[in-house]
Nanobody, 118 residues
Framework: QVQLVESGGGLVQAGGSLRLSCAAS????????MAWHRQAPGKQRELVAF???????NYADSVKGRFTISRDNAKKSVLLQMNTLKPEDTGVYYC????????????WGQGTQVTVSS
């Protein structure tokens, strides 16, 4: 069983910053893709950013230039640094792992709430 535990969410004013962390129960070397998704109230879940084991990263247009995804292999964690936050960034943020050696499908964390006040 792959476990992902998110932390770092909270309430912040517009223009502020938060850093989310996702701790995995196995080595990141065995996980090809680590991603962050989010779901705003009343909206569909959307991909925010992803990182591959080979070092490729990609971001949703709405967060480019403001968010940065990174891997900390020693801590088996994936970080999402979020700067210049906007009220529209409010939502539940989920960590997702996919392309895991020896396993099929994607694995999701329980989510962490991010609220940006105007």
């Amino acid at each position: 069983q792959v476990q992902l535990v998110e932390s770092g969410g909270g309430l912040v004013q517009a223009g502020g910053s938060l850093r989310l962390s996702c701790a995995a129960s196995l080595s990141l070397d065995s996980i090809n893709v680590m991603a962050w998704h989010r779901q705003a109230p009343g909206k569909q879940r959307e991909l925010v950013a992803f990182s591959t084991k080979g070092g490729f990263t990609n971001y949703a247009d709405s967060v480019k230039g403001r968010f940065t995804i990174s891997r900390d292999n020693a801590k088996k964690s994936v970080l999402l640094q979020m700067n210049t936050l906007k009220p529209e960034d409010t939502g539940v943020y989920y960590c997702v792992a996919g392309g895991i050696v020896g396993r099929q499908g994607n694995y999701w964390g329980q989510g962490t709430q991010v609220t940006v006040s105007s």
